[in-house]
């Protein structure tokens, strides 16, 4: 079933509620998914790249540290957090090679400058009190809760997932990809590696390398409709901004609000009514087929 939402805040001047918005609307939401909880998060910008990992022992650390200065990415700061290694790096390569590299030293939950993924098993109070979300400023997110069907509760198994060898992009998705793995095969045809066998990794590159070969987000969103198979709803984040996509069977739900101050879509309007306690809503739900984006303001 699982439970998905997005916010992006218009004015810059509101950034500081990210965290906890996002923190209440997938409260809201968490009977669709009470296994594990995540976030993408875009906060201030880094000078160079956040990279998170997952790790479970200090070995794991280690090799991060030796890969980052394998490929002359010098550490400028870096924590633990609960079962996660944050590290802040100077670097200006090229980030695919970067990126695949990082993974093959520890589980690579997210890159960018910007962007930053948490995710974990439980709720999203538990999240928050191990890792501080309602705390978090930022323009804009996505969430996501889980319920776990074909593969085990653990931390590397939530959602959302990142665009594998590309930097801030991020995405959530409700649904199922049928032709999964002949997408999947021309991507790999052509360099794409991918570290689970999850179809939301599989949308995430698909937006990532059509953005990279110079499509806009909305036609590359345009697009998927057509060439993704299933049904699905989905929403993906990137430096700029959010968007989402609906197959033509919309059987797979989705509702959205927006005013002059922000925008913000989930899979149940319980989740909108978090972000305004006692008001009365004006909600829309996407057509099927429909597609949107939304850029933040600078």
């Known amino acids: 079933m699982c439970g998905i939402a997005g916010i992006l805040f218009k004015k810059p ?14 409260d809201g939401c968490q009977h669709r998914g009470p296994d594990s909880t995540g976030f993408a998060l875009y906060e201030n910008e ?20 030796k890969a980052l200065a394998d490929f002359g990415a010098a550490i400028q700061a870096e924590r633990r957090e609960g079962s996660t290694f944050v590290a802040e ?10 990126a695949y590299a990082m993974e093959h030293a520890a589980k690579l939950v997210s890159i960018g400058s910007s962007l930053d993924i948490i995710k974990d098993v439980g709720t999203s109070k ?3 009190g191990i890792y501080g979300i309602a705390g978090i400023q930022g323009s804009h997110g996505l969430g996501h809760v889980r ?30 990809i049928t032709n999964y793995w002949k997408m999947r095969r021309r991507l790999e045809a052509r360099g794409f590696e991918f570290r689970t066998d999850n179809d939301s990794e599989l949308i995430a590159v698909y937006i990532a390398d059509k953005m990279a070969q110079g499509i806009a987000l909305e036609k590359a969103l345009e697009q998927s409709v057509d060439d993704l198979d299933g049904t699905f709803s989905f929403l993906v984040s990137t430096k700029d ?3 989402f996509a609906k197959d033509r069977l919309a059987a797979k739900p989705m509702v959205m609000y927006e005013d002059d101050s922000l925008v913000a879509i ?14 009365p809503l004006s909600t829309t ?6 597609f949107r984006t939304w850029s933040r303001s600078i």
């Open 285 to 290: 739900e996407p057509a099927p087929g429909t």
């Open 241 to 243: 901004g959010i968007g």
């Open 147 to 176: 319920l776990a069907t074909e593969s085990d509760v653990k931390p590397e198994a939530a959602h959302p997932f990142w665009a594998t060898g590309f930097a801030d992009v991020a995405i959530v998705h409700n649904g199922q």
């Open 46 to 65: 880094v000078a160079g790249l956040r990279l998170r990992f997952l790790v479970d022992d200090d070995g794991a650390v280690e090799r991060i540290r």
């Open 126 to 128: 538990d999240l928050d």
């Open 266 to 279: 989930a899979s149940e309007e319980v989740s909108l009514n978090r972000l305004f306690p006692g008001q």
């Open 13 to 26: 001047a509101t950034n500081q509620v990210l965290g906890r918005a996002l923190a209440d609307m997938m």
């Open 89 to 98: 790096v100077s670097y200006s390569g090229e980030i695919r090679p970067f």
